[in-house]
């Protein structure tokens, strides 16, 4: 079993910043690809950024430049660094981790999601 906790959400006004965590814990052995995604009132759940265990990045376009995730192998976190806050950033965010457990089995989980308002 593994479980992912997020932390950091809450209300910013446009052109603020608010930092995402998320840590892992449970019976992982290794951990491949971290990331976030959102999901806002009536629309599809998407990608917002990823982060690779050898560190490679991939973001969507709209939050290029503004967005920033980082990870720590060691204590099993990955974090996002939301700069310049744009009211259409409003949405549920969720951390997303997927990996290989201790039993030898593949895991994808999910985490309970954290609401980030950018409102003024």
């Known amino acids: 079993q593994v479980q992912l906790v997020e932390s950091g959400g809450g209300l910013v006004q446009p052109g603020g910043s608010l930092r995402l965590s998320c840590a892992a814990s449970g019976s992982i052995f290794s951990i491949n690809t971290m990331g976030w995604y959102r999901q806002a009132p009536g629309k599809e759940r998407e990608l917002v950024a990823a982060i690779s265990s050898a560190g490679t990045t991939n973001y969507r376009e709209s939050v290029k430049g503004r967005f920033t995730i980082s990870r720590d192998n060691a204590k099993r976190t990955v974090d996002l660094q939301m700069n310049t806050l744009k009211p259409e950033d409003t949405a549920v965010y969720y951390c997303?981790?997927?990996?290989?457990?201790?039993?030898?089995?593949?895991?994808?989980?999910w985490g309970q999601g954290t609401q980030v308002t950018v409102s003024s």
């Open positions: 997303a981790a997927n990996g290989r457990t201790t039993n030898w089995t593949d895991f994808i989980s």
